[in-house]
């Protein structure tokens, strides 16, 4: 029953408490109103989705470098190809372009454009251990169905996304986990807080199915039940985020599942065993 209570809150309760807060009103006829902060929301969401995507990856200069390469080319070429640790470097800095345009420069727009406070938009801690039921029941929901799909070669060929050899789990697998963790934070905070609470004044509960087109469609190129199952996901994150104010305990989540789809993947290729007994 209590589990019951819980859900119809998140769902039912959030969803009438959005909507109450939202102002959506009508320009009176002749009249065009604009809400210039949904608008630089919306366009940069944008940008730093495309910017990202098209130069978030060190492939994306190789046509430069490789034409004539300068002493500089051939720097680049040895510290982000050709071994272990030039794809560590490779991965984190597509986490780090990540970061930036999900997570620096939202931030910047929330305190000097806005003027707000980023405890409004989701990095808040106070009450977010009081929805902890929806984190043990996704963990209970996901890590079955993780483990089941580490069965199949196209999960192993994705995860982990960073591929120690093996002996070299640590330390290299920890600093690259380090990395991911904040590249969550930038993609919790890029949706379910900069969207999201950047946007429930004007749309109320809609902004978080706003958000949810762009989240989904940053996962093209994923498994398909992997970029379906971020269409609910999303739902679910956004819905506890305007729960709680909060997108500490998203964070959790989606982390907590991200780590494990790389732990079972190492254990099924045995690499993740032959560094623990060898560190």
């Given at each position: 029953?209590?589990?019951?209570?819980?859900?119809?809150?998140?769902?039912?309760?959030?969803?009438?408490?959005?909507?109450?807060?939202?102002?959506?009103?009508?320009?009176?006829?002749?009249?065009?109103?604009?809400?210039?902060?949904?608008?630089?929301?919306?366009?940069?969401?944008?940008?730093?989705?495309?910017?990202?995507?098209?130069?978030?990856?060190?492939?994306?200069?190789?046509?430069?470098?490789?034409?004539?390469?300068?002493?500089?080319?051939?720097?680049?070429?040895?510290?982000?190809?050709?071994?272990?640790?030039?794809?560590?470097?490779?991965?984190?800095?597509?986490?780090?372009?990540?970061?930036?345009?999900?997570?620096?420069?939202?931030?910047?727009?929330?305190?000097?454009?806005?003027?707000?406070?980023?405890?409004?938009?989701?990095?808040?801690?106070?009450?977010?251990?009081?929805?902890?039921?929806?984190?043990?029941?996704?963990?209970?929901?996901?890590?079955?169905?993780?483990?089941?799909?580490?069965?199949?070669?196209?999960?192993?060929?994705?995860?982990?996304?960073?591929?120690?050899?093996?002996?070299?789990?640590?330390?290299?697998?920890?600093?690259?986990?380090?990395?991911?963790?904040?590249?969550?934070?930038?993609?919790?905070?890029?949706?379910?807080?900069?969207m999201v609470h950047g946007m429930k004044h004007r749309f109320g509960v809609y902004a978080v199915f706003i958000m949810v087109i762009p989240y989904c469609l940053v996962h093209i190129g994923k498994p398909f039940g992997e970029t379906m199952a971020a269409i609910l996901a999303g739902i679910i994150l956004g819905m506890l985020s305007l729960k709680s104010r909060s997108i500490i305990l998203g964070i959790m989540?989606?982390?907590?599942?991200?780590?494990?789809?790389?732990?079972?993947?190492?254990?099924?290729?045995?690499?993740?065993?032959?560094?623990?007994?060898?560190?």
């Amino acid at each position: 029953m209590k589990l019951k209570k819980y859900f119809t809150d998140l769902f039912v309760k959030t969803w009438v408490e959005a909507e109450n807060q939202s102002v959506r009103t009508a320009p009176a006829q002749g009249t065009v109103t604009a809400d210039m902060k949904v608008i630089i929301i919306l366009v940069y969401t944008a940008i730093g989705i495309v910017v990202s995507k098209y130069f978030g990856h060190t492939t994306a200069f190789l046509d430069v470098v490789l034409v004539n390469p300068s002493r500089f080319d051939l720097w680049y070429c040895s510290f982000f190809f050709g071994s272990e640790t030039g794809k560590f470097h490779s991965m984190v800095y597509w986490s780090a372009s990540i970061i930036m345009f999900y997570l620096v420069i939202p931030v910047l727009i929330v305190r000097f454009v806005f003027r707000e406070d980023l405890r409004d938009y989701g990095f808040r801690i106070r009450g977010v251990a009081k929805d902890y039921p929806l984190y043990v029941l996704m963990l209970a929901i996901m890590l079955p169905l993780v483990y089941l799909a580490s069965t199949t070669q196209s999960f192993l060929d994705r995860y982990p996304l960073f591929q120690p050899s093996q002996g070299h789990v640590f330390p290299l697998f920890l600093y690259w986990q380090a990395a991911y963790f904040l590249q969550f934070v930038a993609v919790e905070f890029l949706f379910r807080g900069f969207m999201v609470h950047g946007m429930k004044h004007r749309f109320g509960v809609y902004a978080v199915f706003i958000m949810v087109i762009p989240y989904c469609l940053v996962h093209i190129g994923k498994p398909f039940g992997e970029t379906m199952a971020a269409i609910l996901a999303g739902i679910i994150l956004g819905m506890l985020s305007l729960k709680s104010r909060s997108i500490i305990l998203g964070i959790m989540i989606h982390y907590s599942i991200a780590i494990s789809m790389d732990l079972f993947a190492l254990w099924r290729e045995g690499v993740l065993w032959s560094g623990l007994v060898e560190n």
